[in-house]
């Protein structure tokens, strides 16, 4: 491999991830405060819907089980309200919050893991340019190198493209 090469490939692979990471970054500043304004929502409607049974209470079941664990909560609570409709509407609402904290939570996770491979991927490349004009003279270790980094870099782009279709499909 030439110094050339070595350079181009892990210049390259460093500030294409970065941009990606930046990418990311803004489809989720502009995904998040949606999320939390429709927790805010269904606080209020909880309080407007019950006194018997506090919203944080009802927030955290909506969360972590959807509608059957509200549901659950209200019937336990004698909560529920004499309207049905407005109880099924109150219901949709927490399933609602389920999914948006379901996606919350696994775009939490796979953003630390797209961190720590992209990170390793940036680091290892930003690491390696000193060491080009060694390289270059020992075609077994770059390439090793450079395989590790661009599977790196395609696991990075793989779950940043699996992620943002997340967010998207999310909306």
Request: glycine share 6%; no cysteine.
């Amino acid at each position: 491999m030439t110094e050339n090469a070595l350079y181009y490939t892990f210049s390259t692979v460093a500030q294409t991830l970065a941009a990606v990471l930046a990418i990311l970054a803004a489809f989720i500043v502009f995904r998040l405060p949606n999320i939390e304004k429709l927790f805010a929502d269904f606080k209020s409607d909880a309080h407007s819907y019950t006194t018997k049974v506090e919203a944080d209470d009802l927030l955290k079941a909506a969360q972590q089980g959807g509608r059957e664990r509200v549901a659950e909560r209200l019937i336990s609570s004698s909560a529920t309200s004499g309207d049905s409709a407005t109880t099924e509407a109150f219901l949709r609402q927490a399933e609602e919050v389920h999914r948006a904290w379901s996606t919350r939570q696994t775009g939490l996770s796979d953003l630390r893991a797209l961190f720590v491979f992209g990170g390793v991927a940036i680091g290892g490349s930003l690491v390696a340019l000193p060491f080009v004009p060694r390289l270059a003279g020992q075609a077994e270790w770059a390439k090793s190198i450079v395989v590790v980094i661009l599977v790196l870099s395609i696991f990075t782009l793989g779950l940043t493209y699996k992620m943002i279709r997340r967010l998207i499909g999310a909306l």
